[in-house]
């Protein structure tokens, strides 16, 4: 099955409502996509990869090996085989504060980052767009106090010896809003649920960006647009590089279906009918609208 793929240099001109169509398919029907042409400079990409592999090696390798994950895989339990951590970008970094990592590479990352978040605001305004609602819902729902939060898991997936012993990553949700993932460019693993089984995520090629939804894009968009079920499978030949970058609400926003994508409810049947008798041959979306405000009504009353 083809992955799909969101070509943004097509959002301007003739191709416009073909491609908005394929994002929402995208959301709608897998809950992952790739995305061709974002914007973001390839030379900070290669670098960004360049820097965290060399970190790996340097400061994470060996005693990712010498670990009790490593040493016990023969019992393995639950477990992941990774070695990976976590940097805040917003609405505070935490990145001076993460042991080892170069002046360089922390540099590179902000660099990152900042190009990052803005791929990230566009993708939620042309999901947004496509919902039928305002084009910057999405991010003022993620807005707390301070503005949407940001966050990256820096993952390497070592060379495992008995990979069948071991899940990489095991399968699960994405808990927050959109993920960024600047992924291998040779060694596979992600594999995402579609249609009762697995397809398996290729490396990245020409700097594609690997985007996913999560949990509270199902809630906001009333169960649209799905949180996928995904795993990193082990793997014997070459280590797996995985950036992964979290759009996410603040820890204080305010999560809820958006009004306008839900159906209505508490009302009763008794007010439908009367609705419906009048408007039996009319199209049931203005019917439900109406209903909202009826039981709006209804429950202010109650109040």
Request: with cysteine; charged share 25%; proline share 5%.
């Amino acid at each position: 099955m083809e992955i799909p793929v969101i070509d943004l240099s097509q959002l301007e001109g003739e191709n416009r409502s073909k491609t908005m169509a394929l994002l929402h398919q995208a959301c709608e029907k897998w809950g992952f996509f790739q995305v061709e042409n974002h914007g973001l400079e390839k030379k900070l990409m290669d670098k960004v990869k360049q820097l965290v592999n060399a970190h790996y090696e340097e400061n994470l390798k060996e005693s990712f090996y010498e670990s009790e994950i490593a040493k016990g895989l023969m019992n393995k339990g639950d477990v992941d085989w990774e070695s990976s951590f976590f940097i805040w970008h917003r609405p505070t970094s935490n990145i001076n504060e993460i042991h080892n990592l170069s002046e360089n590479l922390r540099q590179i990352m902000d660099e990152y980052i900042a190009q990052l978040i803005q791929l990230a605001e566009k993708l939620s305004q042309l999901m947004s767009e496509n919902l039928g609602l305002d084009k910057d819902y999405i991010k003022e729902s993620f807005s707390g106090a301070k503005g949407p939060s940001v966050g990256t898991k820096v993952a390497k997936y070592p060379e495992c010896p008995r990979p069948e012993l071991v899940r990489g990553l095991r399968e699960h949700t994405d808990a927050g809003g959109i993920i960024l993932l600047l992924q291998d460019e040779h060694v596979p693993g992600l594999e995402f649920s579609n249609d009762g089984g697995w397809i398996k995520i290729p490396p990245s090629k020409n700097n594609t960006i690997f985007v996913n939804t999560g949990d509270q894009v199902e809630v906001l968009s009333n169960g649209r647009y799905k949180s996928t079920l995904h795993r990193v499978m082990a793997g014997k030949d070459g280590s797996r590089l995985s950036i992964a970058t979290f759009y996410n609400p603040a820890g204080d926003a305010i999560i809820s279906p958006a009004p306008k994508l839900s159906y209505p409810h508490n009302y009763t049947f008794q007010d439908y009918l009367k609705l419906y008798a009048t408007t039996k041959f009319s199209d049931k979306g203005p019917r439900f609208e109406a209903m909202k405000k009826i039981a709006n009504g209804h429950s202010s009353h109650g109040v």
